[in-house]
């Protein structure tokens, strides 16, 4: 079983940056998918999930109408669409899998998570 988070970078304020996270080793279809973050000296903070099996979405207020979560089944693939990005979004991203759209790093395995990708916004 992996996640393999990628796409991070270092893009300017208002910029852009797709976050892609690929799944393997288990039934993609059955599990949600969330992003977390993790800045410097913060705690992990959760952003975002998306259910495989049907679609639905849910956002944390701090990137709601900027960031946008899609999934792409065939390739077992989700993905962050970060847009409008601001200083304040730098941090380690990282995907993890479960069974729920959990909020809590509290209720994730320790191996449901993926590597992680460094977003960096500045000028």
């Known amino acids: 079983v992996q996640l393999q988070a990628s796409g991070g970078g270092l893009v300017q304020p208002g910029g852009s940056l797709r976050l892609s996270c690929a799944a393997s080793?288990?039934?993609?279809?059955?599990?949600?998918i969330g992003w977390f973050r993790q800045a410097p000296g913060k705690e992990r903070e959760w952003i975002s999930c998306?259910?495989?099996?049907?679609?639905?979405?849910y956002y944390a207020d701090s990137v709601k109408g900027r960031f946008a979560i899609s999934k792409d089944n065939a390739k077992s693939t989700v993905y962050l669409q970060m847009n409008s990005l601001k200083p304040e979004d730098t941090a380690v991203y990282f995907c993890?899998?479960?069974?729920?759209?959990?909020?809590?790093?509290?209720?994730?395995?320790?191996?449901?998570w993926g590597q992680g990708t460094q977003v960096t916004v500045s000028s």
């Open positions: 993890v899998y479960e069974l729920a759209c959990y909020r809590d790093t509290d209720s994730f395995d320790e191996e449901n």
């Open positions: 080793g288990f039934r993609f279809d059955d599990y949600v």
């Open positions: 998306i259910r495989n099996n049907n679609g639905n979405t």
